[in-house]
Nanobody
Framework: QVQPVESGGGLVQAGGSLRLSCAASVRTFSSVTVGWFRQAPGKEREFVAAIRKNGGNTYYADYADSVKGRSTISGDNAKNAVYLQMNSLKPEDTAVYYC?????????????????WGQGTQVTVSS
């Protein structure tokens, strides 16, 4: 099923790393975008990263400035999985991280363009 399911969150010290996983059955879509968003307490949900498949085997990655250079998004087509590797974590990265699927495959950064959402996984970075 398309409904994303996240895993991999947890508590980590500043400077540490985490890898978030998103399971979502999108392998059969010729064009699709899988994105990661996060929401910290008292703040709006914000874009983190996305990977877009366009017409088969071409993939594009996009990152928010706040995580660029520290994070890598990747996909495993055979496993219907998308991963977000986050390094050099900072306390300001603390948030609930959500995986979302946009069936149009447009690579949007706007959460309203995404059709399916996971329940989220908590990431807490201690100082």
């Amino acid at each position: 099923q398309v409904q994303p399911v996240e895993s991999g969150g947890g508590l980590v010290q500043a400077g540490g790393s985490l890898r978030l996983s998103c399971a979502a059955s999108v392998r059969t879509f010729s064009s699709v975008t899988v994105g990661w968003f996060r929401q910290a307490p008292g703040k709006e949900r914000e874009f983190v990263a996305a990977i877009r498949k366009n017409g088969g085997n071409t993939y594009y990655a996009d990152y928010a400035d706040s995580v660029k250079g520290r994070s890598t998004i990747s996909g495993d087509n055979a496993k219907n999985a998308v991963y977000l590797q986050m390094n050099s974590l900072k306390p300001e990265d603390t948030a609930v991280y959500y995986c979302a699927v946009d069936r149009s495959g447009m690579g949007s950064r706007r959460d309203r363009d995404y059709d399916y959402w996971g329940q989220g996984t908590q990431v807490t970075v201690s100082s």
